[in-house]
């Protein structure tokens, strides 16, 4: 799907296609991030605020909060032309699956990598399902997060 032009023409269901991906700009994230998180969310794990704790854990250092990760990436995918053109049509959140499979450290540079996998017609003529794989990556090229995001799309044709 082409996204460029200076106009954000609203995206439906209909033009999107399976293997459909792009891409996020980069964030990095920050002891403040976290400190603030940790407020916010009133989640003081060790792990997260403690760096004499964290320094004798697996990882060595402190970590970000899984929760934090997935806000700086619902963040970054606002930031994304795809969300611009799509925002119009977008009806609802219907489903979150997502894993972590490594850490995210203070000062890890994030993007995140966005790709239509499946998509199905609902019962409902004006609308369908989308379902997009979201990995966030960090600057090593490791997979932190990654999930399946299903969303409901409106449809062109009603």
Known sequence: M?????RAEPCFFE????????D?????????????????SADFNRLHVDAEFAAGSPYGQRIAHGLLVLSVMSGLVTRM???LHLEPSLMGLLDIQC????????????????????????SRPDRGVVAFRRQVINQRGEVVVEGVWKLLVRRRIA
């Open 2 to 6: 082409n996204l460029s032009g200076l």
């Open 15 to 22: 033009d999107l296609a399976i293997g459909d991906s792009f």
């Open 24 to 40: 996020s700009p980069r964030r990095t994230v920050t002891e403040a991030d976290v400190v603030n998180f940790a407020c916010l």
């Open 81 to 83: 032309q795809l969300n």
């Open 99 to 122: 894993r972590f499979p490594k850490p995210t450290f203070i000062g890890d540079t994030l993007r995140v990598r966005v790709e239509v996998a499946e998509k199905r017609e609902t």
